[in-house]
Antibody
Framework: QVQLVQSGAEVKKPGASVKVSCKAS????????ISWVRQAPGQGLEWMGW????????NYAQKLQDRVTVTTDTSTNTAYMELRSLRSDDTAVYYC??????????????WGQGTLVSVSS | DIVMTQSPDSLAVSLGERAAINCKSSQSVLDSSNNKNNLAWYQQKPGQPPKLLIYWASTRESGVPDRFSGSGSGTDFTLTISSLQAEDVAVYYCHQYYSSPFTFGPGTKVDIK
C-alpha cells in the first residue's frame, strides 16, 4: 500500500533552517511527483511547492520561493523540503503529498502523516 | 492567484440528513483542452492529514462512500453528503489545481446536530 512517512517534530529558533523528509513506499517513486503543503495551528491548507521525482522540474509558491527548496533522493525514494530563515509564522504542520502522476497540475491522492515544525525563541 | 471561498463556514446536520458545502473560485478552473474542472475535495479529521474524496470536481476517489458526491463547473462547485454519518464529522476543503499557486478554500466544519 502507498505510504508516505515523514520525519519527526522539530523545534527551531527564528532564523534557523529546517529540513523535513518524506519516505515513500508501495509505489514506483519515479512515476509520481510530490507536493508540500503546510497548515498553521487551527488554520487552513497552504501549498508550498512541487517537484517531479527526478528533480528536473520544480514549482514554488511565490511568497516562499526565496526560502524553500524541495528535492528528492531517488536512491532512497525520499522527498525533502527545506525552509530557511524561519519565522514564528512558519510554525505549522508540514505535509508531503503525492500527485497521481508526474505532473504539477494535479490533485493529491496520498498524504504523509505531517511534521510539526515549531519556531520559537 | 485564484482565491477559493467556501460556504458556509460551518454547518450542523442531523444524522441521516443531507449536507451541502459550496466552493467558489475567483476564476474558472475549467480546462478547455479536456473539458475537466481542476477541482478536488478533501476531508480532514482532527490530528489527521487531509484525505482525498473527489477529484475533477465529480470523480469519487476509490474507497470513498457513495454518499459523497461532487458537482459544478467553471467557478461554482458543491460537495454533497447525501446521508450524514457520525464518522463524517470533519473539516472539508476544496482545492484548485488549475493554476499555480494551487490554492485551497478556508474549510467548512461539519458537525452533528
Amino acid at each position: 500500500q502507498v505510504q508516505l512517512v515523514q520525519s519527526g517534530a522539530e523545534v527551531k529558533k527564528p532564523g534557523a533552517s529546517v529540513k523535513v523528509s518524506c519516505k515513500a513506499s508501495g509505489y514506483t517513486f519515479m512515476k509520481h511527483s510530490i507536493s508540500w503543503v503546510r497548515q498553521a495551528p487551527g488554520q487552513g491548507l497552504e501549498w508550498m511547492g512541487w517537484t517531479n521525482a527526478d528533480n528536473t522540474n520544480t514549482n514554488y509558491a511565490q511568497k516562499l520561493q526565496d526560502r524553500v527548496t524541495v528535492t528528492t533522493d531517488t536512491s532512497t525514494n525520499t522527498a525533502y523540503m527545506e525552509l530557511r530563515s524561519l519565522r514564528s509564522d512558519d510554525t505549522a504542520v508540514y505535509y508531503c503529498a503525492r500527485v497521481p502522476d508526474s505532473s504539477s497540475w494535479n490533485y493529491f491522492d496520498y498524504w504523509g502523516q505531517g511534521t510539526l515544525v515549531s519556531v520559537s525563541s | 492567484d485564484i482565491v477559493m471561498t467556501q460556504s458556509p463556514d460551518s454547518l450542523a446536520v442531523s444524522l441521516g440528513e443531507r449536507a451541502a458545502i459550496n466552493c467558489k473560485s475567483s476564476q474558472s478552473v475549467l480546462d478547455s483542452s479536456n473539458n475537466k474542472n481542476n477541482l478536488a475535495w478533501y476531508q480532514q479529521k482532527p490530528g489527521q492529514p487531509p484525505k482525498l474524496l473527489i477529484y475533477w470536481a465529480s470523480t469519487r476517489e476509490s474507497g470513498v462512500p457513495d454518499r459523497f458526491s461532487g458537482s459544478g463547473s467553471g467557478t461554482d462547485f458543491t460537495l454533497t453528503i447525501s446521508s450524514l454519518q457520525a464518522e463524517d464529522v470533519a473539516v472539508y476543503y476544496c482545492h484548485q489545481y488549475y493554476s499555480s499557486p494551487f490554492t485551497f478554500g478556508p474549510g467548512t466544519k461539519v458537525d452533528i446536530k
